[in-house]
Nanobody, 124 residues
Framework: EVQLVESGGGLVQAGGSLRLSCAASGLRFSEYAIGWFRQAPGKERERVSC????????FYADSVKGRFTISSDNAVNTVNLQMNSLKPDDTAVYYC?????????????????WGQGTQVTVSL
């Protein structure tokens, strides 16, 4: 059984940092792309960042470039999302998702597996 478990969310003041982790089990990690998505109330789920576990290629949404860093530790099947200079607009539930393949996948419907999500709240 494939499981993705997010951790690291919480409440932080604007300008602060959080580090999200996505621990994967039940899949061959190096054969998957791992994406981080977020969904704020009343908004569509959007891709924030993505990493291909084999090629280590990455993607960042324009809204987080220069502030967020995604990394993959294949030895422990974990992908981390370091989030710095957080803004209130970053407030959302953050999900990690896994997609089999060698690319960086843009759309939520493309992903095969999802975690349960972790809440990130950024206050003024």
């Amino acid at each position: 059984e494939v499981q993705l478990v997010e951790s690291g969310g919480g409440l932080v003041q604007a300008g602060g940092s959080l580090r999200l982790s996505c621990a994967a089990s039940g899949l061959r990690f190096s054969e998957y792309a791992i994406g981080w998505f977020r969904q704020a109330p009343g908004k569509e789920r959007e891709r924030v960042s993505c990493i291909n576990s084999k090629s280590r290629s990455t993607f960042y949404a324009d809204s987080v470039k220069g502030r967020f860093t995604i990394s993959s530790d294949n030895a422990v099947n974990t992908v981390n999302l370091q989030m710095n200079s957080l803004k209130p607009d970053d407030t959302a539930v953050y999900y990690c998702a896994a997609k089999y393949g060698s690319g960086l996948f843009e759309y939520a419907y493309e992903y095969d597996y999802w975690g349960q999500g972790t809440q990130v709240t950024v206050s003024l």
